[in-house]
């Protein structure tokens, strides 16, 4: 682990000292990061971890020992604790929206690609097969994505030909995110609609995916030309040098929380912290954030309305892939 000190002035007349460190996305490695982290008690809080099963398995040691965590990146409604919060939002609203998006757009019948093994995005296609199944809307199959023998050209044919469904819906883990580009490569010419998660919501969707990616919807947190994200977006590229990404504005917003309830005491500790957070008059301006309000619920979820983006062509893009992402307007969606 690594000690690093930022200013910005200090809180109180104290500077902020952040540890860094890493568990590699593996939840062995997560669980002893956890361990190191609440031997040190200056550390008041963690931000992170990243994805839903390294939280979850280092969860229980930030709850006996009574540390807030504020995860960026995690959204399975599975992680339940009374010292967890996010600043990302949970698979069951990005997953509504997309339900949603899917009805409007009279897409009656859906085959979902998913890995059960993963928390994620098991818990994705659990929440968005209950939102969007109803009289008239069905999902066809379910189809794990890390099955070794999975044959995509075969899956496809049989998509196209036996159960004539209406659209596709990918929600990889990030490990996967190779296979749901192999199964979108697939379809060739003749392509059925492609709905997505958010580990697909990155740049190299746009370098490698190219055509068999055009048109994908997904449901996201933070998107830097939606009208409340702009001003940060452009603040942050003059700062960093470049294009950010959701990530980044969600990892923001935790270190902004923290910091905001560290300053509502005057002898911060882990209990003051925690209790700052869960308190009613816990909230963030959008001036404070990268472009939304915070508050946190009584489940430490973040209220927000997701916002759509697909995978269109134009001005090259990045990586000279001659794609990028878009926001779906409004009147693009049927209602």
Do not use: C
């Not at 568990?23 to 669980?31: E, I, L, M, P």
């Not at 550390?43 to 930030?62: C, D, E, K, M, R």
């Amino acid at each position: 682990m690594e000690w690093r000190a930022y200013s910005l002035g200090g809180i109180n007349q104290r500077f902020l000292n952040i540890v860094i460190a890493n568990d590699g996305s593996d939840q062995t490695q997560a669980q002893k990061v956890a361990g190191e982290l609440i031997k040190n008690q200056n550390i008041l809080g963690v931000i992170g971890h990243y994805t839903s099963p390294s939280s979850q398995a280092a969860l229980p040691q930030y709850e006996s020992a009574g540390i807030a965590m504020i995860s960026p990146g995690s959204t399975s409604t599975s992680l339940n604790s009374r010292v967890f919060f996010r600043t990302v939002l949970s698979t069951e609203v990005n997953a509504g929206k997309l339900a949603d998006y899917a009805k409007n757009q009279s897409y009656k019948r859906v085959v979902i690609f998913y890995n059960p093994d993963d928390t994620y995005s098991k818990n994705v296609k659990e929440q968005f097969e209950s939102l969007f199944k109803d009289n008239n809307e069905k999902v066809l199959r379910t189809i794990n994505l890390a099955d070794a023998s999975l044959d995509t050209s075969a899956e496809i044919l049989k998509i196209n030909e036996q159960d004539k469904a209406d659209a596709i819906v990918l929600f990889p883990n990030t490990e996967l995110t190779s296979v749901a580009l192999a199964i979108a490569r697939a379809q060739g010419s003749k392509k059925l609609p492609l709905l997505g998660g958010n580990p697909l919501y990155n740049q190299d969707t746009l370098k490698s995916g190219g055509d068999a990616f055009e048109d994908l919807v997904i449901s996201v947190d933070w998107f830097a030309e939606e009208k409340n994200s702009k001003k940060f977006a452009k603040e942050a590229r003059k700062r960093w040098g470049g294009q950010i990404s959701w990530r980044t504005a969600t990892a923001y917003d935790a270190t902004q929380a923290f910091i905001k309830a560290i300053s509502m005491s005057n002898n911060p500790s882990r209990q003051t912290v925690l209790q700052n957070l869960k308190s009613n008059n816990f909230n963030l301006s959008p001036t404070e954030t990268s472009g939304y309000p915070l508050h946190f619920d009584d489940r430490g979820d973040r209220q927000q309305e997701p916002v759509l983006v697909k995978v269109v062509r134009g001005r090259g893009g990045p990586f000279e892939s001659g794609f990028i992402f878009e926001q779906v307007k409004d009147e693009d969606i049927k209602q």
